[in-house]
């Protein structure tokens, strides 16, 4: 892959990716590219043969890169896409921005987007997800979302043509958001700033927010209207799942699913994308076989298994 296009960002060949991830793992993209702005985006898309694969990369947070790395173009947005604006009841933010600052310069302007703020990761990934917490999700926000189609073409898109579900958008593969427009409630500040201190402290006392995960392992299998919110009576939690097949602090080599919340899968210190990936499979295994429930991931995992050994 060698006739690219040449844009104004940043194009790296083989660029390992295991540091833009929370995991740590992963092997080299073909290509990590970092626009300078929209239209070098637009460019770049619009002229690049539409046989090369384009994954669009966020912070890294729900991500695991496998150990052969990602064939094709990586696109990881930067700086010129994560501006925050706010104008009467409602937040531009670009899709780099992270979700905990949006959650926060909103809540200093009156607006309720408190959910967002212990949901690691950035906007583009939030939307993309359909992220929730709470009893709060992207979708009962969401007024437009901005987008490169494949082929270059600048798209804004209303909320409603989504097609949200849980954890779940219905945005076209190679496909990259560059913004969302939320509407929020108001709410006065300083109640706000004090809930989402609330939420913080109640995250850090039932999840390892210390250690190397990417967040909730696995979906809750039930329980889940089509718009993404959670009927708490009625869902089945991943982590009791996992907890009643015995896989509470499971390891292999160096990926160990938690001791204070078995539904986080953590890299305990040099563990391989194949060895988290295995473990997770070895529970989804074994909570099948319990339960007939089969988990599915909320990690999104990519790439391409690692060349056998030679010899």
Known sequence: MTDLPRPRGTLTANRPLADLTWLRVGGPADWLFQPADADDLAAFLRDLDPAVPVFPMG??????????????????LGRGFNGIEIEGDTVRAGAAALDAHVARRAAEAGLDLTFLRTIPGSIGGAVCMNAG???AYVADHLVTAD??????AAVTLDGRELGFAYRHSEIPPGWVLTGATFRAERGDPDALAARMDDQIARRDAS???????????????????????????????????????????????????SEKHPNFLLNTGGATAAELESLGEMVRDRVRA?????LTWEVVRIGEPAPPAAG
């Open 207 to 257: 999840q390892p927010t210390r250690e190397r995960s990417a967040g909730s392992t696995f979906r809750n299998p039930a329980g889940h209207s089509s718009t993404g919110r959670a009927d708490d009576s009625q869902a089945l939690k991943a982590w009791s799942l996992i907890d009643e097949a015995g896989l509470r602090g499971r390891r292999l080599g160096g990926a160990q699913m």
């Open 59 to 76: 912070v890294g947070s729900n991500l695991i890169v496998r150990d052969g790395g990602i064939r094709g173009v990586v696109i990881r």
């Open 290 to 294: 319990l339960t007939g429930l089969d």
């Open 133 to 135: 917490c709470y009893g």
């Open 147 to 152: 987008l490169v189609a494949r082929d270059g």
